[in-house]
């Protein structure tokens, strides 16, 4: 069964702490995205990728990086974490951008303090 | 630009009563849009519930419906009778060809159901 999985599902980090959120799809996507959800915002995307090597800007980019190693692969880095950051994060895949199914991971619940 | 707004929650229904969760769009940089309801339970991530590419159809899912009306540029989620197992977030989206894949999220509405 296609899986998007993501690691830590749980972090609690410092003010100007080093994250890197794990994302691992089986889906054999091409697409992968990077959301982050907070009450009173719904999802907003962070980043995402067509591709291994490739990296789009998503509409909150500030404060993030983000790497697409492979095609399975997708990272999410706050180099300097802030308590702003403190959200529940979501990865997804899709096959394409025609019909737009995404397929979401668990969540990764990131605190910043 | 193009935007998603749905019912504020929490909204609260007894088991076996009918439900209705609003979803209005606007796409003014998507010709065709693409409809979505998305759900996630306690403790997982969203999945999709059920989706609609074509104006006037209608998507139905786990007793679940939702009719893509053009006119209204509405999606709305109904249901004739919620059972407790249907408490969750429920997230109505806007995409399509032209919006590069991304899709936009309203805020969520969550529902919860008692017994």
């Known amino acids: 069964e296609a899986a998007v999985t993501q690691s830590p599902r749980n972090k609690v980090t410092v003010t100007g702490g080093n994250v890197t959120l794990s994302c691992r799809q089986t889906n054999s996507h091409n697409y992968m995205y990077w959301y982050r959800q907070d009450t009173g915002h719904g999802l907003r995307l962070i980043h995402y990728?067509?591709?291994?090597?490739?990296?789009q800007i998503g509409d909150v980019p500030d404060g993030y990086k983000a790497t697409r190693t492979t095609q399975e692969d997708f990272f999410l880095l706050l180099e300097l974490a802030s308590p702003s950051q403190t959200s529940l994060y979501f990865c997804?895949?899709?096959?394409?951008?025609?019909?737009?199914?995404?397929?979401f991971g668990e969540g990764s619940r990131l605190i910043v303090v | 630009g193009d935007s998603v707004t749905q019912t504020e929650g929490p909204v609260t229904v007894s088991e076996s009563e009918s439900l209705i969760i609003n979803c209005t769009y606007s796409?003014?940089?998507?010709?065709?849009?693409?409809l979505f309801w998305y759900v996630r339970y306690p403790g997982e991530g969203l999945q999709l519930l059920l989706k609609v590419i074509t104006a006037g159809q209608k998507g139905s899912s786990r007793g679940f419906e939702a009719t893509y009306n053009k006119e209204t540029t509405s999606f709305h989620l109904q249901k004739a009778s919620v059972q407790e197992s249907d408490s969750a977030v429920y997230y109505c989206?806007?995409?399509?060809?032209?919006?590069?894949?991304?899709?936009?999220f309203g805020l969520g509405t969550t529902l919860q159901v008692q017994p």
């Open positions: 796409a003014t940089s998507i010709a065709y849009p693409n």
């Open positions: 997804a895949s899709s096959e394409s951008h025609s019909g737009n199914t995404l397929y």
């Open positions: 989206a806007l995409g399509g060809a032209g919006n590069t894949g991304k899709l936009i």
């Open positions: 990728s067509y591709g291994a090597g490739n990296l």
